[in-house]
Every structure is written in C-alpha cells, then in structure tokens.
C-alpha cells in the first residue's frame, strides 16, 4: 500500500463501504437529482447567491440539504450533521452539489463513507483520481439527461448495448476526458 493510499479490505472496498450493499441506481434517477435539489434550495430562491448540497436515498429520496456561500461548507454542514445524528458512515447515500466537484469534496465523501458523488459541474482531475482509487462513483457535468462518469460506473445501471454498440454510452471522444470516462447521451428516457 502506497502512504495515503486508502486501507482496503480483501473485497477491495475502503473500510467504510465494507458491510453495506453497493448503491446502484439508473441514469433516469441520477438525471432527477439536480432538479430536486434546486427546488430545495430555499435561501437561494431569494438570493440566488448560494451553493447547494444534498444527500439522497439509493431510490432517490431527498434526505437532507445544506446551503451556503462555499461548497464546501455545505458538505461539511451536511457530514456534520450526519455525524450528530450518528449516521455516519453515509454508505447508503448520493451527495448531489450544485457546482464543480473539488478533490476536497471527493475527499470529504470518502471519509463520511459517502459511495456516490454528483456535480452539475465538472469535476477536477485529482477528484478524478482520488473517485478511481477510492471506490468513489464520480459523476459530472449532471445536466438534464445528460451526464459524464469519470469512476465507480458500476454503481450506474446502465443498458446493456446490442452487439453491434448502438445505444451503448460513448467513451471520451476527443473531449480531453480520461480514457475510462463514460458520457451519457442526453436521451436516457429510450435506456
């Protein structure tokens, strides 16, 4: 194990996700969780100046959302209270935020147990890093039906393509994304 290098356990899962069944959800679902979390940010309706960020259930179920100017600091007021209410590790949960998604929210993910982490935003190329060593699901650019998996794709329920591939999602073509990333056409409803 390199330093720094998250503990694993011999199902090669991180200590926090060991015990709990993986999250798997569609790409229909994933689609929905930035509308919801938009309608319920309720400060930022009158300020329209605040970041969001939300934890959901696996079926989709607003748990819980936290506003605030940073976007860290409305993860961090969500694992806060996670852990004052004992909830932690939040293993059973997607963390939704309404902007880019840093290595520091894909750390603070990890260490609250978090499996799934969403942005409407693009993520950056050490959260990328960190999703793929962490067994970490990184979603970005979540928009409309439309989005890019950057790791963890296999808590995404994606179609199964015809043997020619029609259907099936793109990889990166051209666009500068890592080579495993996934983008997800736009037109999920037909999935």
Same mark, same amino acid.
């Given at each position: ?53 939300? =934890?959901?259930?696996?079926?989709? #179920?607003?748990?819980?959302?936290? #506003? ?19 909830? =932690? ?43 793929? #060593?962490?067994? =970490? ?55």
């Amino acid at each position: 194990m390199r330093q720094g290098e998250p503990r694993r356990g011999a199902d090669g899962r991180p200590p926090a996700h060991r015990g709990h069944p993986r999250v798997r959800v569609s790409p229909e679902l994933l689609a929905a969780l930035p509308g919801r979390l938009r309608a319920a940010q309720r400060v930022f309706d009158r300020t329209g100046g605040l970041h969001a960020a939300a =934890l959901f259930a696996p079926d989709g #179920e607003l748990l819980d959302v936290r #506003e605030d100017v940073g976007r860290h600091n409305a993860v961090d007021k969500l694992v806060g209270r996670a852990l004052q209410n004992g909830a =932690l590790p939040l293993s059973r949960t997607i963390l939704m935020v309404s902007g880019r998604a840093s290595f520091e929210l894909a750390q603070k993910a990890v260490m609250a147990g978090i499996p799934m982490l969403a942005a409407v935003s693009a993520p950056s190329s050490l959260a990328v890093d960190l999703a793929a #060593e962490s067994d =970490l699901t990184l979603v970005g650019f979540l928009r409309g039906a439309s989005m890019n998996v950057y790791a963890g794709e296999d808590r995404i329920a994606l179609p199964t393509a015809p043997a020619d591939g029609a259907g099936a999602p793109e990889r990166d073509a051209g666009r500068g994304l890592p080579d495993d990333t996934r983008t997800i056409p736009g037109d999920v409803s037909g999935m």
